[in-house]
């Protein structure tokens, strides 16, 4: 490895040590969640205490995300309808993402928001239809799969953008981040989540979801991702995807009516 890569290496690592630490509410979530003693009204108080996530899950809520027929006003409401699982899902994802900002570098918001809600409705969709994981745990880890490339890109744009370009010529996506940065963005997004104490199903997943181990969470991931490229929801303009059978046809709509909703979610 050349001084140079050297340099952008510890860049990266310092970067990730140098960035936001969780969001208390997040903490909080992963403490009732963690706590059997806990209840939804514990989570209701908590998210009740932030006005802003508040709106954010009532966004959601009412989002073809979840295509409830009635209007949902309040987060006792939504706590009901929706449940303890989808609550905790939905604020640990979106104050996550919303803590990295809005200036992400190279990558293209509107093309990665919608990808992320792509994955993670197909990751939901994977999980239960194989009866295998939480349906919202392989929801969150479909939505916060890729944030590794948000890390990279806003840490080194100009090498990001140098990968993009490998990228484009046909090279391999982690073999096109390693060669312009020295990490790719499994690792990347991987070594945050587990700074931040996120769950370590959720850390492995994301850390092996271009490389899955069968009958896992990680290959639910890639199956999705696999599945979401198809259907045309990628991450760059000249990413593609081909080979998916028929037999998630019934999906496309699902996914459709997500992603239309995609500033309402993130």
């Not at 009732?32 to 908590?46: F, G, K, Q, T």
């Amino acid at each position: 490895m050349s001084e140079t890569l050297d340099k952008l290496l510890t860049k990266v690592e310092n970067a990730v040590s140098d960035l936001p630490t969780l969001p208390y509410v997040v903490e909080r979530v992963l403490e009732i969640s963690s706590d059997p003693d806990s209840s939804m009204r514990d989570l209701e108080s908590v998210v009740a205490s932030d006005p802003a996530l508040s709106a954010r899950i009532l966004r959601a809520a009412n989002s073809g995300l979840y295509a409830i027929p009635q209007h949902i006003t309040s987060i006792t409401q939504a706590a009901a309808i929706l449940g303890f699982r989808i609550i905790r899902s939905l604020c640990l994802s979106i104050p996550i993402l919303s803590t990295l900002g809005h200036n992400w570098g190279p990558i293209g918001p509107k093309l990665f928001r919608r990808h992320s809600i792509a994955v993670g409705v197909a990751a939901r969709f994977i999980s239960r239809k194989k009866r295998i994981y939480d349906t919202e745990t392989a929801f969150t880890a479909g939505l916060l799969h890729d944030i590794g490339k948000i890390i990279l890109s806003k840490t080194l744009p100009d090498r990001y953008k140098a990968s993009l370009d490998m990228i484009a010529s046909g090279v391999e996506c982690r073999k096109a981040e390693s060669s312009c940065m020295g990490q790719s963005h499994d690792m990347v997004g991987a070594s945050i989540l587990l700074r931040w104490n996120l769950p370590l199903e959720l850390v492995t997943a994301i850390e092996q979801h271009h490389t899955p181990i069968a009958n896992s969470l990680s290959e639910i991931i890639f199956e999705a991702d696999t599945i979401s490229k198809s259907f045309g929801y990628v991450n760059c303009s000249f990413e593609s995807c081909s080979g998916v059978s028929g037999k998630y046809d019934d999906l496309r709509e699902i996914i459709r009516r997500a992603v239309e909703d995609e500033f309402s979610i993130l």
